[in-house]
Structure formats: structure tokens, C-alpha cells
């Protein structure tokens, strides 16, 4: 039986085999994790900025939920045999610095540092959603379904985050 040939485009028929897929994804994997690390530690501070109820309930809600994607990530982990190699992400870290700095400028009004700290915390939750979305390509490239399972699942939280965010943000604005 005759195989359908693939056209690729863009890298001219070039493809990563499976360990170097494999060591991509770790490395990948190891970034998102450095990130929400970071934001388990940084966002019950960002909380205490928050003016309104409604914005604090949600940055600690979404807290509780990273809570459940490190876990998640951490069975990935253990299924790739692997430990998380810790580094910076300093772009992450340098962007809630830049939240917690804009949330205490005192010339603001509750209202203003509030909607300086959705629009980070969105742009966030943006970022985590890409990561999730490439992770869970690469693992579904090299077939792994269990760990695509778990990256979905991850995905669909940070929507639901970003969601979350964007809601109380139109509330505040309309």
C-alpha cells in the first residue's frame, strides 16, 4: 500500500524525531512550570492590591486553580521520567513586578490600579495559554495522549482564567 506523501512548506520536508521532540517539550514544559511557580508566589500579593471584592476573590480563585496545573504538570513530569530544571523567567517575573508596581502608584484611583492589574493579569494568562497550546501540539505529535489529556486540561483552565479576568475587566469599564 502507498503512502500519501506530506507536503511541507515551510522547513522543506525537515522534521524533529521524537527525542528531540521529547527534550524540547521538557525544556518547554520546565518554562510554564518557572512561570506558574512564580505566580503561586506573586499573585496572593497582587490580591491584597486589589480594590474590589469581585477582583480579589478571582486572582485568589485563579491561585487555587495554578495550584491544580502544577499538579497536573508535575504527572507529566513523572511520566517523562523527568524533574523540573528550575530557571528565571524573568519576562514573567518581570511582568507581575510591573503589575505590583502599577497597583501601588498612589496618584491612582481603586478603580484605576484595579483595571492596571486585569490587564496584566489577561496578558498573563495569554502567555500560559500559549505555552499550554505548543506543549500539548508537541505531545500530540509524538503521540503521547495521556499528556495531551493533561495539557488540555491546563489549557482549558487558563481560558476559563483569562475569561475570568476579561468579564470583571468589562465590568469596570462599562
Known sequence: MKQKAVMRIFNGGMK?????LTKLFL????????IKKHLLDILPRLADKASFPALKNAILE??????????RMDMIYKI??????PHNCIGIKTMSLEAYIAAKVEEQTPLERDLALLIHLQITESVEMAYFN??????DSISDKEVVTLLDQNFDTAIKSKKMYELIAKEYIS
Open 80 to 85: 517523562y521520567q523527568a524533574k523540573y530544571r
Open 134 to 139: 505548543v506543549l500539548r501540539n508537541i505531545a
Open 62 to 71: 485563579n491561585t487555587d486553580q495554578i495550584k491544580i496545573q502544577v499538579l
Open 27 to 34: 525544556k518547554q514544559l520546565d518554562n510554564i512550570y518557572c
Open 16 to 20: 524533529l524525531d521524537d527525542i528531540a
